[in-house]
């Protein structure tokens, strides 16, 4: 009887070896591909990430926030006028070279506006190049799972018992949730800095109407600076994506799986937590609120 004992114990281990080996494929495949297409992502112009989207924003801003955005360039000018001309003594000494002033500011003024979308553009083009040759920079597989990893994990599984192999069956299934959740979010951070990116960019003529006053200008100064801000969090997701690429490559598989695969989950969960920071970071760095 003791061989069909001992086969029984083979297959139950084999059983747990290739369910073990299973989870980590399909939970490794989860995250891989997120991560992966970050550099995708983040390297995108608005214009390139979704076109139909991009071209419905666009329309929304001419239409429906451009001519707004022309009142509000009125009313400044105007106060601009008024301000120039009151400035020195109540009209007493009035320098007629003010009005030249006026004059080529309202030209500026008009020339911002109506090219709102092409400055706006510049800037995310000026921010995909950086992005993009940074992304030629980083070096180290991003990917975890690779086959002497997997061919590692598959000696340790074949050393255990079929008691911890159980035990670590329904571990690696916790973790694979979390994992799966933690892939989830990084879906989530990556499309909603996007989404971030079209609002902003629809109510751009607004913003940029105020430029050329001294006491409204802030206003377009605090937007061209968040529109700097959403740009270079990009670079910041892919020096993110470098440092995961580091500590992915640091993983050596060793006996105690449980220490590999909660080391696995913590790097990914710190992948998570700085890339949720990304925005207030490069926000902060360009005295963006």
């Keep these: 009887m003791s061989w069909l004992v001992d086969g029984i114990s083979d297959w139950l281990k084999q059983l747990f070896i290739d369910a073990i080996m299973a989870s980590f494929s399909t939970m490794f495949g989860e995250v891989n591909n997120q991560v992966q297409d970050i550099a995708v992502q983040v390297g995108t112009t608005p214009a390139g990430w979704n076109a139909g989207v991009f071209a419905m924003i666009r329309t929304l801003s001419e239409t429906v ?24 003594n109540n009209l007493a000494d009035f320098d007629t070279f003010n009005i030249f002033k006026w004059i080529f500011k309202t030209f500026i003024a008009v020339f911002i506006l109506t090219n709102t979308f092409n400055i706006v553009m510049g800037v995310f083009d000026v921010a995909q190049h950086v992005i993009n040759s940074s992304a030629g920079l980083i070096t180290g597989d991003m990917s975890l799972g690779n086959d002497v990893m997997m061919d590692a994990i598959q000696s340790s599984l074949e050393a255990m018992e079929i008691g911890e192999l159980l035990g670590l069956f329904f571990e690696v299934q916790v973790v694979r949730l979390g994992m799966l959740i933690m892939s989830v979010v990084i879906m989530i ?40 801000a959403l740009g270079f969090q990009g670079f910041l997701i892919m020096v993110c994506v470098a440092i995961y690429a580091v500590l992915v490559g640091s993983i050596a598989v060793s006996d105690n799986m449980h220490i590999v695969i909660w080391s696995i989950a913590g790097m990914t969960a710190l992948l998570c937590f700085i890339l949720l920071k990304t925005g207030s970071i490069s926000k902060s760095l360009f005295a963006a609120h």
């Excluded at 926030?65 to 020195?88: D, H, N, S």
């Excluded at 989404?195 to 006491?215: C, D, F, G, H, K």
């Design 189 to 228: 951070i990556v499309w909603g800095r996007m989404l971030e990116i079209y609002l902003v960019v629809s109510i751009a003529p607004i913003p940029l109407s105020t430029m050329v006053n001294r006491e409204w200008g802030q206003i377009g100064n605090n937007y061209l600076k968040s529109l700097f």
């Design 65 to 88: 926030i451009l001519p707004i955005a022309g009142m509000i360039l009125t009313f400044v000018l105007c106060y601009e006028l008024i301000q120039l001309i009151i400035e020195k």
